[in-house]
């Protein structure tokens, strides 16, 4: 049926049982599940998850509605006399403001969950929604349609990880998330600061996004350098004080051999006396000095 087409795959199957349905002296039917409906007659879902709509784009939808009217029709819930929106709100805003005294929607009966789903489901799957808003929907999905990760899966066609991934963003501070709503950082660097335990930390992070400009690829290696575990290295043994002897002999030999040399020595006596040497021509001249000594 066409409006399986042009409704996508998880409304279309909310709407699967349109048909039929009791038109009101208020609508002039067009076919056995659409009718045209005054736009006076209709108002907006109180639960639209979508919070902004682009004014320019709005124009635009008017323009062609204008020229080429309204191709797909909007879904309305019937209440009484009255119908409130399910779906379509951007066509429905554009409609009115092209000056459109009525417009052709999908009649339903449903309840406030099955309202609050299809306009959910057909927001993800038809608008640009910015990533919080997306994650605010699903969260929505969740907690108003009782639909568990892999449910919702199903009904709106994205992978299960995909959706974890949007849900994740809700823990993400304040701040973090309106530079994410107003685009200011992308999915991919809010992905990033996500596995960053401590929110100082991704604060911090993420002016540095914004100030330098980082990419997805720089913030991703930047935020391993934070995670790796930092190797501590073994504390250095303190040298221990030479006999006077010791010290005393170092300085002279050190100095006979235009070289510094580095005596250790244990508790017990023993020890080493290490004599370095830059090059072949450094050693001879070394072993000559030692050897004229002798």
């Known amino acids: ?24 002296n208020n609508t002039k039917s067009i076919a056995a599940e659409i009718a045209n409906i005054a736009i006076s007659e209709i108002e907006p879902n ?53 000056g ?12 406030k969950h099955e309202i609050i789903e299809m306009a959910l ?12 808003e997306t994650a605010l929907t699903l969260q929505a999905l969740i907690e108003e349609c009782n639909l568990t990760q892999e449910q919702m899966s199903e009904r709106i066609g994205k992978n299960r990880s995909t959706i974890a991934n949007f849900l994740r963003l809700l823990k993400l501070p304040a701040e973090i998330q309106l530079n994410l709503r107003n685009r200011v950082i992308s999915m991919g660097h809010a992905r990033a600061l996500i596995s960053i335990e401590k ?24 935020v391993n350098g934070i995670k790796a ?38 508790q017990r006596g023993k020890g080493h006396i290490v004599i370095p040497f830059s090059n072949d021509e450094d050693f001879q001249r070394i072993v000559a000095i030692i050897e004229g000594v002798r």
Not at 49 to 72: M, W
Not at 201 to 216: A, F, G, P, W, Y
Request: aromatic share 4%.
């Open 229 to 266: 575990p930092k190797i501590q290295k073994e504390p250095t043994k303190e040298k221990k004080e030479l006999p006077e002897f010791h010290t005393d002999f170092k300085k002279s030999i050190s100095s006979k051999l235009g070289t510094t040399v580095d005596i250790t020595r244990s």
């Open 121 to 132: 489901v057909e927001n993800i799957q038809r608008e640009n929604l910015n990533p919080i």
């Open 46 to 98: 109180p639960n639209q998850p979508r919070t902004e709509f682009d004014e320019t784009a709005l124009k635009e939808l008017a323009q062609s509605i204008k020229q080429y009217g309204i191709i797909v029709p909007v879904t309305v819930n019937k209440i009484g006399g009255k119908y409130q929106l399910i779906a379509g709100e951007r066509r429905y805003r554009a409609a009115k403001m092209a």
């Open 100 to 111: 459109l005294k009525e417009i052709p929607a999908y009649i339903r009966i449903v309840t």
């Open 1 to 24: 049926m066409a409006k399986k087409v042009v409704l996508g795959r998880g409304l279309g199957a909310l709407l699967q049982n349109a048909e039929g349905q009791e038109l009101t």
């Open 199 to 222: 929110q100082e930390e991704q604060l911090r992070l993420m002016k540095l996004i914004i100030e330098k400009d980082l990419s997805v690829r720089q913030v991703e290696a930047m």
